[in-house]
């Protein structure tokens, strides 16, 4: 399979930084299967593409490298910026940097808010994490599409609309590999 795979693509596997998972077979099986790969043997929890995968649902602690990647975010440059341009900053950077992870899991409510706090800050304080300004206008009317508010995504409804997007492409049967696959 993994020889298709490179004939097919082009692209080879790199064995030694593969890792074989167990999937009910044996200890001794794994052992003998990754030693005739060459690869690693691997465990479950781990990270794919930056992506927590289990055999559990991910917990909020697994979701720590997203909200952690969109705090460092945070105080880069949105202090050089202008009012419009942290609104730029928040739709184009706080809103799509989980999308990987929308597309694949459900966001727990909590990682959900913790970004979207996130988001409060950088328009409406900048880098200033800890100031206690008031906010200039609700959250909800923010989200508001331009006619009413500022456009703002509101990321719960965004990754309903992606996993349902995964959902429709397995229930009308497209020509994926993934769906073909499943």
Same mark, same amino acid.
């Given at each position: 399979?993994?020889?298709?795979?490179?004939? /097919?693509?082009?692209?080879?596997?790199?064995?030694?930084? &593969?890792?074989?998972?167990?999937?009910?077979?044996?200890?001794?099986?794994?052992?003998?299967? /990754?030693?005739?790969?060459?690869? &690693?043997?691997? &465990?479950?929890?781990?990270?794919?593409?930056?992506?927590?995968?289990?055999?559990?649902?991910?917990?909020?602690?697994?979701?720590?490298?997203?909200? &952690?990647?969109?705090? /460092?975010?945070?105080?880069?440059?949105?202090?050089?910026?202008s009012?419009?341009?942290?609104?730029?900053?928040?739709?184009?950077?706080?809103?799509?940097?989980?999308?990987?992870?929308?597309? !694949?899991?459900?966001l727990?409510? !909590?990682?959900?808010k913790?970004?979207?706090?996130?988001?409060?800050?950088?328009?409406?304080?900048?880098?200033?994490?800890?100031?206690?300004?008031?906010?200039?206008?609700?959250?909800?009317?923010?989200?508001?599409?331009?006619?009413?508010?500022?456009?703002?995504?509101?990321?719960?409804?965004?990754?309903?609309?992606?996993?349902?997007?995964?959902?429709?492409?397995?229930f009308?049967?497209?020509?994926?590999?993934?769906?073909?696959?499943?």
């Open positions: 399979m993994l020889n298709t795979f490179s004939e /097919a693509t082009g692209l080879k596997v790199n064995l030694k930084k &593969s890792m074989m998972l167990p999937i009910n077979i044996s200890d001794a099986r794994l052992d003998f299967l /990754a030693r005739t790969f060459g690869c &690693s043997k691997g &465990s479950f929890s781990f990270t794919y593409l930056g992506l927590p995968l289990g055999l559990t649902r991910p917990t909020i602690q697994d979701h720590q490298p997203l909200i &952690s990647k969109c705090e /460092a975010r945070l105080g880069s440059v949105s202090s050089f910026l009012q419009a341009g942290r609104l730029e900053l928040t739709n184009v950077v706080f809103t799509t940097l989980p999308t990987n992870y929308m597309c !694949t899991l459900a727990p409510k !909590t990682v959900i913790r970004i979207d706090s996130f988001r409060k800050h950088c328009l409406w304080r900048g880098n200033e994490i800890n100031a206690r300004k008031p906010l200039k206008a609700a959250w909800k009317m923010i989200c508001k599409t331009k006619e009413g508010g500022l456009g703002v995504i509101i990321i719960e409804k965004q990754n309903e609309a992606l996993l349902l997007k995964n959902l429709d492409k397995l009308n049967k497209r020509d994926i590999p993934w769906v073909q696959m499943i």
